[in-house]
C-alpha cells in the first residue's frame, strides 16, 4: 500500500520532493516505493534527469487508477462509517412496497426515534451491504437470502380490486370472475422478477378460468402505479393484499370477488448479521416487526368479497 500511495503522489504532483512532503517520508524512501514497484512490473513509470522527475505515459496511467481506487475505498469507508455510528439509516425497498405500506407508517417510528434518520432507497435490485450504502432491505420474494439475517414480516394474497365506482360506470357486469372477459385488466410488472412472480395468468387458472385471456389490459412497472390507477377507475387490479390494505379499509378500493389465491410470496426484513448489533438497525427491526404484526392482524379482518359489489 505505501508503494502504491507513493506512485500516486508522485504521479499526480510530478515530484519526488513534494510526495515525500505530503507522505511523511524521505525522498530515498520514496524512490525505493518506485523501484518495487517497477522492478515488480518490468517497466519504468517515471524518469529522473538533471531538471527533476518526468512522468512517463504509464506512471500517469498507473497513478490516476490508483487515485481512483483509494478514493472509492475513502467513499465506502465513509458510507459505512455513517451507517455505524451517524443518525442515517439507509433502507432498500421496492418502490411499491415503500409508498403502499412503508410510507403511511413511519410517522409511527418518528415519534419514537426522533433520533434516527431513515433514508429510503427505492430499487428491484437486491441490495449490495458490502458496498456501503443501504444497511438493510425490505425484500419481497421467497425469503432465500444466504448469509443474511431474514425475518418474515407477513406473506400475502392476490385477488381483483377496483374502485368502488367502478363497476356502476361499466356497461358490462361486474359480478363474477367471468365477467373479467369484458372488462380492462391492469398489470403490475415487477421487474426483475417479472418471471416468477404470480399475476393474473396464475389468479384465473386458480380461479377455474383458463379461457379468459391474461394479456389484454394496461401494464405497469411498479405496484403502487397499478394500484393507483384502478382508484382512478382504469380497470380492474389484481391486488397483493398487504399493499392494499390501507386502500380497502379507507374505501377506495372494494374486492368485487374471490377468490383469494396465496402466491407463495412474502415480505422480509434482511440484513447481514452484524448490523443487528447497531442499536438504530435493532430499534428499527423492533418497530417493523410490531407494525407487521398490526398489518397481519389486520388482513385476517378484511371482509370476504361479495358477489353483488
Not at 124 to 141: H, I, K, P, Q, T
Amino acid at each position: 500500500m505505501s508503494a502504491l500511495c507513493a506512485i500516486e503522489a508522485v504521479a499526480r504532483l510530478g515530484s519526488v520532493t513534494r510526495a515525500a512532503n505530503e507522505l511523511g517520508l524521505t525522498q530515498s524512501a520514496v524512490s525505493h516505493n518506485i523501484r518495487l514497484v517497477e522492478e515488480a512490473l518490468g517497466v519504468v513509470l517515471f524518469r529522473r534527469d538533471t531538471t527533476g522527475t518526468v512522468v512517463l505515459a504509464r506512471g500517469e496511467v498507473l497513478g490516476s487508477a490508483i487515485q481512483d481506487g483509494l478514493s472509492r475505498i475513502a467513499d465506502a469507508i465513509n458510507a459505512v462509517r455513517r451507517n455505524d455510528s451517524g443518525p442515517a439509516l439507509t433502507i432498500s425497498i421496492l418502490p411499491g412496497f415503500a409508498i403502499k405500506w412503508l410510507f403511511p407508517r413511519l410517522i409511527h417510528f418518528d415519534e419514537t426515534n426522533s433520533g434516527v434518520e431513515l433514508s429510503i432507497m427505492t430499487t428491484a435490485n437486491l441490495a449490495d451491504f458490502d458496498s456501503g450504502g443501504a444497511m438493510v432491505a425490505l425484500r419481497y420474494g421467497t425469503g432465500d437470502y444466504p448469509g443474511l439475517h431474514v425475518d418474515r414480516l407477513f406473506g400475502e394474497q392476490m385477488f381483483p380490486v377496483c374502485a368502488a365506482s367502478y363497476a356502476d360506470k361499466q356497461r358490462a357486469p361486474l359480478r363474477e370472475p367471468a365477467d373479467l372477459a369484458s372488462h380492462t385488466l391492469i398489470h403490475d410488472e415487477i421487474w426483475p422478477l417479472l418471471q416468477t412472480v404470480p399475476g393474473w395468468r396464475s389468479w384465473l387458472d386458480a380461479a377455474g378460468y383458463r379461457e379468459i385471456s391474461a394479456e389484454r389490459g394496461r401494464r405497469y412497472s411498479q405496484s403502487n402505479l397499478s394500484i393507483q390507477a384502478a382508484i382512478a377507475g382504469f380497470g380492474i387490479c389484481l391486488g397483493r393484499s398487504p399493499l392494499v390494505l390501507d386502500d380497502l379499509m379507507e374505501g377506495k378500493l372494494v374486492q368485487p370477488f374471490g377468490p383469494a389465491i396465496d402466491t407463495g410470496y412474502a415480505y422480509y426484513f434482511v440484513c447481514p448479521p452484524q448490523a443487528l448489533k447497531i442499536p438504530k438497525v435493532r430499534n428499527f427491526r423492533e418497530w417493523l416487526l410490531a407494525e407487521a404484526g398490526r398489518t397481519t392482524a389486520a388482513l385476517h379482518q378484511l371482509p370476504q368479497a361479495t358477489r353483488d359489489a
